[in-house]
């Protein structure tokens, strides 16, 4: 009697197998179902399974002409090398996932042998990790540019340059600070710690810089985790700040805030990344447009990626 092939197959050689049946050879789910001897669900499941994996992976290099014109706007207006934009989402709490997907496509074409690649937080470099899937470059390094947290999430400094590393083969340097410390007399003892201080130069090193910006709304992931109180978020936005770059709280302009949270950071600071040749920016969404704003200034950007809604927002305001 011949073997139910869906029980046969360990669990990784069925979710392999039914990823080359659907994207390479153009089977039907349906198809596959019959051929595998299981249902329909079970299959789409393994698809899935293969996507989140980083099995498969899928890169969209073409732009529409609407994203390509606020792509060249952009770069007129902020002096950019160059702007992806993505297509604005149906629904907002997607954004993150499309430039995330964008920042994979342009960060793989950007990473090759011996690059040194430091990289900061947030859902958007979480997902740009998830999309890059396995993409091994020999030689090359990734640098966290931002402390740890002690709730350890996927979304955390150390968490994404960690997954980061592992996607590309590479080595993985930490910043081994808590990412908030009780205050500057804190800050700075750690900083004097040998490791750290070699930590930094490293990062003066680097040669690409991926990075994301952070808003002032309830829900931004410092507020959201509990990293910052809610009396923080009133105190920054009466200082001034509009948003947050390395967890740095930054003005319109892009310069610090003078405020107690700034002296409290552990992360590698805005100055230190000064010659650093490539700096991207991957954010996106309307609420993020004064932070991205701050963020290009302050990091004097070469490369923004982002949606467009984010795109006509920072074309629109003054």
Same mark, same amino acid.
């Given at each position: 009697? /011949?073997?139910?092939?869906? %029980?046969? *197959? ?20 349906? /198809? ?5 001897? %299981? ?14 994996? !980083? ?7 073409? /732009? ?10 952009? +770069? ?72 740890? %947290?002690?709730?350890?999430? %996927? ?8 997954? *980061? ?15 908030? $410390? ?34 002032? /709304? ?28 390395? +967890? ?5 302009? !892009?310069?610090? $805030? ?19 040749? +490539? ?40």
């Amino acid at each position: 009697m /011949r073997a139910d092939p869906a %029980t046969a *197959m360990v669990p990784d050689e069925a979710v392999v197998h039914a990823a080359w049946l659907y994207h390479v050879e153009g089977w039907t789910q349906a /198809r596959i179902a019959a051929e595998l001897r %299981t249902t329909r669900a079970r299959v789409i499941a393994w698809l899935a399974r293969a996507r989140d994996e !980083g099995v498969v992976t899928v890169r969209i290099r073409g /732009r529409g002409d609407a994203q390509a014109r606020l792509g060249h706007a952009l +770069c007129n207006r902020f002096g950019l090398a160059e702007a992806v934009v993505v297509p604005a989402p149906l629904h907002a709490a997607h954004t993150a996932a499309l430039v995330g997907h964008a920042a994979a496509t342009w960060l793989t074409d950007r990473v090759h042998d011996g690059v040194a690649l430091g990289v900061g937080w947030g859902e958007t470099l979480h997902l740009c990790v998830k999309a890059i899937g396995a993409h091994a470059v020999p030689g090359a390094s990734v640098v966290s540019l931002l402390g740890a %947290t002690t709730l350890s999430r %996927t979304v955390t400094p150390p968490a994404v340059a960690r997954r *980061m590393a592992d996607a590309f083969g590479a080595e993985c340097y930490q910043l081994t600070a808590p990412l908030v $410390v009780a205050d500057a007399r804190m800050r700075d003892t750690l900083w004097a710690e040998r490791g750290l201080r070699a930590l930094r130069a490293r990062a003066r090193k680097i040669d690409v810089a991926l990075v994301s910006v952070g808003s002032l /709304r309830e829900d931004a992931t410092l507020f959201r985790g509990g990293l910052l109180a809610p009396g923080a978020r009133r105190s920054l936005v009466a200082a001034g700040a509009v948003g947050d770059v390395l +967890c740095r709280f930054v003005d319109a302009h !892009g310069n610090a $805030v003078d405020h107690p949270v700034n002296r409290r950071m552990m992360a590698v600071d805005v100055g230190d990344l000064a010659r650093v040749p +490539c700096i991207a920016i991957a954010s996106g969404g309307q609420a993020k447009v004064p932070a991205l704003r701050a963020g290009l200034r302050a990091l004097r950007a070469r490369v923004l990626i982002t949606d467009e809604a984010a795109a006509k927002g920072l074309l629109h305001e003054p």
